[in-house]
């Protein structure tokens, strides 16, 4: 029997919070590889969640804002997604949770390809059911009962498969709503950043120099917010994992675990996502699966590599009928040998009009139509606080401007 795959996508999560989910970190970080290097294809909900759907960048899906449902079913994007491919493999597939933002407006759709369709619509509590609505009260409910789905979904394939999942709870995103249990379990978390009110901004673009300095008591509360309702997806992850292995189906299960975006508290005077630095582009990423070696890893990867990655696990071409933009992570998964793995990587915001290069230790940072740009070497300034400002960028600049024009083979051909 092929190998199931789940994809847990949690919503608003900084790459560093990972460590507080102790749960989470013993049975599957350890369990499985972690990249220090993940990063959304563009820290925003919506244009993140569709190119994880598509394996396409947001220059190529063209969903740049989070009225993002329309314009992707306009398109045509929905009709060839992971999901539609891992069904035509022959696999169960169903999702549970957030789906793309916009869905709010059009709740009665049910995107092709999934044959289960929990999908959690706004923030009054309603949810999707196949395209029935129910009212479960409020959206923290409405997130329960998306899990609770998805673990009825699982016991029901103990004897059956395989299946594809996506399970999508709009945890940590705020308004915060820890449960009872969690809800003291960060009062006391401090929070004081290297970066927090860059003191320095005059190495920053122009139109950030003059940001005022953040409250540190208001991003204190949010970040305790932030942690204590991931203690609840912590026990909820912990759940599932029991489900699946009392179900005998965890040694024949592949689970990723990313964010949609990561989030800024007051680092650079920056608040939520949507930039280019590190806390708000990076994203936490791991990968537990069968016959996977534990390890940390330095490989640059990306939302748009989930995709490939599915359809190749279950045996299909990922290239077949469209090229993706993200590759495969199957075969370096399995042997643990990333040497010919993409050398550099892009992660852009196409309504903000900016793009980040990654390779090495540098990154690259360009402001297009405002003809400015930041550089960063994250060996020796990991917290992003001195941009430097005489470097020769002319490589650099043409690579982007190429890979912003490019998909497919074409763009991977550039990572090279
Ligand atoms: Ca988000
Ligand atoms: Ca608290
Ligand atoms: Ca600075």
Redesign the pocket.
Known sequence: MADNVLWIISDDQMRSSLRTMDKTWKRLVEKGVRFRRGYAAMPLCGPARASMLTSRYPHDHGCHTNRTHQRFVAQGHDRDTVATRMRGAGYDTGYFGKYMNGLVTDPEYVAPGWGRWIATIGLEGQVSVDGEIRDVGSQKASDDFAADRLGRFVARHSDMGPWFAVWAPSTPHGPYT?SPEH?????DVQWDPPAFNEADMSDKPTWLRGLPLKDRTRMRAEL??KL?ELQDLDDQVARLLDVLWRTDQLDRTWIFFVSDNGFLLGEHRLVAKEQPYEESAGIPFVVRGPGVEPSVRDAFVSQVDLMPTALDIAGLDPDAGRELSGRSMLGPLRSGDWSSWRRRLMVENTFLNWALLRQGSTAYIEHHERDEWELYDLATDPHQLVSRRSADIAQLSARVTQMRAARGRALRALEE
């Open positions: 820890p809800r003291d379990d960060f009062d305790e917010g204590e």
